[in-house]
Every structure is written in C-alpha cells, then in structure tokens.
C-alpha cells in the first residue's frame, strides 16, 4: 500500500456566518475528514477559526502557516473553498509563498507550485472574489452607520462639550460646553491665532479638562472645525441634520471657518508627501530615492545616498518619467470581454452549488409566505362569519402579519445573495481594465495604496523602473494576455452555452 499523504485541515467561519445555515464548523470539519479518508490521506492536525469580518484575529491561520513552515513532511492544507482559506491579498501572498499543495474540496480544484498556469489564474480571480466579500460587509457595516445619521444621531462618541443620555441621544455637558462657546467667540472674531486663543482660554480660567487645564492647539482646531455645535453631523463626508441642541449658531461657525484662512500659513511640502517617495529604491545602492522640487514646480528623484557614497546620487530624474513607466505597467492588466465571458461561465459553474441551495432556499420561503397568507385571508372570512371573536382575529392577525414580514425580508435577502455575486465577479472584471483610470483620477495617496495592491520591487535604474506584479496581477499582466489566446480548460471545467 502507498504511504498516505500527510495533510493538515482548516476550517473557518465569520459570525456573521455563523447564524446562517450551511456555514458551521463541524459541517467543514466532516466534510474534509471524509475526503481526507477517501484519498488515503493522514489528517496531521485541525486549524479552526471563527472571528468577524474585520477582526485580525486569526490565531489558528497563524499558527497552521508557522506549523507548515517547520514541518518536513506536511506539505498540504484541505479547505472547504478558496473563501474559507483567505480573507484577504496579503493571506494569499503568505500561503503562496509556501510550496504547498491546496485542496479546495467543495470546488474539486488542486493548486499545488506546478498547477497549470489556467488554474492559477482562476485561482486568482476566486481569491479576489473572496477579498470582496469581506469588503461588502465593511460596507453593510458602514450602511448601519450612515442611517444612524441619517436619522440624526451621532455614530460614535459625542464631541467635546456633550456626553451621551443613552446609546444614541447626546446632550450638552454643562460642565465643558461653555469652554466650547467661549472658543468660538474669540476664534470668529477672526483676530486670534490658535497658540494665542489657547492662552487667553486659559487666562480667563476656562479649564479644558482637569487633567490638562490648557488646550492643545490641535484640540482646539478639531472643536472649531466640528459641525456638530450648530447642530450637524457629519459622516463620511456627508452633512445630516442632528437632533441635538446646539451650542453656537451656524453664523458663527461661518466666521470661525473665515477666520481660519486667515489664521494659516502656506504649508511647506514635506518630502513624505511625494507620490513615489519610500516606493521606488536605487538600483545601484538599495537606498529609498527621496523627491525634491526644482524650479518651483517640477518634482525631481534621487538617491539618498544613505548607505554611502552612490553613483546615482547626483543623478536627478523628473516624476513624469518614473509616472509614464507606472501607467504603461497598470495598462498591461487587462482582460478581453471574451476572456471575461468566460471567466464568469466557469466561475458560475464553480459556484453552483451555492446558486442551488439559495434558490431551493428561496422556494421553501416563498411557500411559507403563500401559506401565511391563506390563513391571513380565511381568518378574515371566520370573523365576517361571526365564527371568531375580535379579539382572536386580532390577536391572530397580528402574529401572522409579523411573521409574513420576516419571511418577505429573508425571501429578499436571498435573492439580493444571489445577484450579488455575479455583481462582484463585474466589478471585479472591471476593476482590472479600470487600473490605469482609477490610478490616473486618484490623490496621491490613493496612487500609492493602489500601487502597493498591483506592483512590488520597484526600483530605478538612470530613467528606467523595474518593477515586477504583486499576486495575482501576475497572472492578469501576462498569462492570459501574452498570447492574446484564453487558456485551455479541462473538461469538466468546460463552461456551458
Ligand atoms: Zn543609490
């Protein structure tokens, strides 16, 4: 008999998750201890993890990728499906750093280091798929919390100067409120500077906490800058109506702002602010490159020279050089429409089971619906027929009506799952032929985030970058690019139509 396989299993679920059906643990657990057994395959250890969405905690994750590390002769984790085994890029860099083997057992796909480059790429795209669904719950989260203000109320802690009644009502602190009023008096008479107001706060015996009687001056510019003491909130950008009682008067809240232009200096630009500054390091010498402006407005790179003496020290190159590099590197990721059809076809197809048990889902629901109204309208026919008192009909209709609600809203929140998921495969297509827009409308910063996402090593050799693609943009850049050709399918992987 053949020596069996050495393998370690992992299971994972969110809590949000865990309140749904088909999710659990123990279900994950069974079904890889089955397949484990099928395939002659010796189960060396079980890594769960149960956490929420945005939570890092992931100690078993951890602590199954530092066992892997060590060991000689386990070299393969069984998972339930791609989305089980990472949460985000930064997981799949990790465990693809490793040479191992991964069993997707619900999707029936092996990526081991000599898979054929076709499943990686899909591979790819399913792991990008999986880094969407725990950005769609940040933004169910955040949907919760612009309702809170929508509504009025403040999301999070009350500004300085209130303090919270309950869980959502804020109201007026009597005790550091007239700090507040006092501070916008002076500040919007449009005479003071911030370093100045703190000290005349002070001097008049205005305490701004017992602990640290004197104001900070960037405490200070947060107070005068928050549109909650005329009796706003302000959530992502966005202004709502509060129900609290304001302190000032939005005229004054006007000066105050007014006065802050006044108040401010020209900003001298700190070198840190430099789109490529920290990004892009010396050919030569390894040294970070370091911008300067020249001329008054063009940005120049150089190397810093921070590890002695380099020859490119001197050697000044203009930022539209190293820029026109990057956008001819973001403009290789693309995807045909073709080669999109087809890698919604076969991801459809990897997630059918899925489809299936949310529409089996969805038609249970719609009977118990059909159901409860049946029995809503012959209540009504009993009561015309003086066969039930008011009371009873009453009582009885309002319990079915409730539960004909709750039964509608899960019936929607199934049909919304199920055209989800072809939506984030769209986006997800779209996103890769969008990367050179995005980066091109996007700040500095948001360049920068979006650079890390797609390219590494990047370095400067006289004008030329040297870069190479993050995972799996490698895969987006050249495989199903290179050769203008989509890659070849097995056959069950064939889609259909
Ligand atoms: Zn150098």
Redesign the pocket.
């Known amino acids: 008999m053949n020596k069996s396989t050495k393998v370690v299993i992992y299971a994972r679920v969110s809590s949000k998750e865990q309140e749904k059906e088909g999710y659990s643990i123990p279900a994950q657990l069974e079904l890889l201890r089955n397949y484990a057994h099928k395939n002659n395959m010796q189960i060396i250890k079980e890594y769960e993890d149960v956490e929420t969405a945005k939570c890092a905690g992931r100690t078993n994750f951890t602590q199954m990728v530092k066992f892997l590390k060590a060991s000689r002769d386990c070299h393969t984790i069984l998972v339930e499906k791609t989305d089980r085994l990472y949460r985000n890029l930064p997981d799949y860099v990790t465990i693809d750093s490793l040479p191992l083997a991964l069993h997707f057992v619900k999707e029936g796909s092996i990526i081991s280091p000599d898979s054929h480059s076709s499943e990686k790429f899909m591979h790819g795209i399913k792991v990008l798929m999986a880094r969407q669904y725990i950005q769609n719950l940040g933004e169910e989260v955040t949907k919760g919390l612009t309702q809170k203000a929508k509504e009025g109320y403040v999301t999070g802690k009350p500004p300085y100067g209130y303090k919270k009644l309950d869980k959502k009502v804020s109201i007026i602190d009597e005790e550091k409120s007239p700090f507040v009023v006092r501070a916008f008096e002076l500040y919007s008479q449009g005479t003071l500077s911030l370093a100045k107001l703190a000290c005349q706060l002070y001097e008049e015996g205005f305490v701004y906490k017992e602990t640290q009687p004197k104001v900070y001056k960037s405490q200070l510019e947060k107070i005068l800058k928050c549109h909650f003491y005329y009796g706003m909130i302000k959530f992502k950008d966005c202004l709502y109506n509060g129900v609290h009682e304001p302190l000032i008067s939005k005229e004054t809240f006007d000066l105050a702002q007014l006065a802050f232009r006044k108040d401010n200096k020209p900003k001298h630009i700190v070198s840190k602010n430099f789109l490529f500054t920290g990004m892009v390091?010396?050919?030569?010498?390894?040294?970070n490159?370091s911008g300067e402006i020249k001329k008054g407005k063009y940005i120049y790179y150089s190397?810093?020279?921070g590890?002695g003496e380099?020859?490119?020290?001197h050697i000044y190159i203009k930022e539209e050089i190293i820029e026109n590099q990057i956008l001819e590197a973001l403009s290789n990721i693309t995807i045909t429409k073709e080669q999109g059809e087809w890698i919604k076809a076969v991801l459809k197809e990897s997630l059918k089971d899925e489809h299936d048990f949310t529409i089996q889902q969805i038609n249970s629901l719609r009977g118990r619906q059909d159901k409860l109204r049946d029995r809503i309208d012959n209540l009504y026919i009993d009561k015309l027929d003086g066969k039930i008192s008011e009371e009873y009909w009453l009582a009885k209709h309002n319990q079915w009506s409730n539960e004909l609600n709750i039964v509608q809203e899960n019936v929607k929140t199934y049909e919304n799952a199920n055209i989800s998921f072809m939506e984030d495969c769209e986006k997800i297509l779209k996103i890769c032929n969008e990367i050179k827009s995005l980066y091109i409308i996007g700040d500095n910063s948001e360049k920068r985030e979006l650079l890390n996402y797609v390219l590494q090593n990047l370095t400067l050799e006289g004008e030329k970058l040297c870069y190479t693609y993050k995972k799996p943009f490698d895969i987006f850049a050249k495989g199903l690019n290179r050769n203008k050709k989509l890659p070849r399918l097995d056959s069950n992987q064939q889609p259909t139509g």
Do not use: D
């Open positions: 390091k010396c050919a030569k010498c390894g040294c490159l190397c810093t020279g590890k380099c020859e490119q020290q």
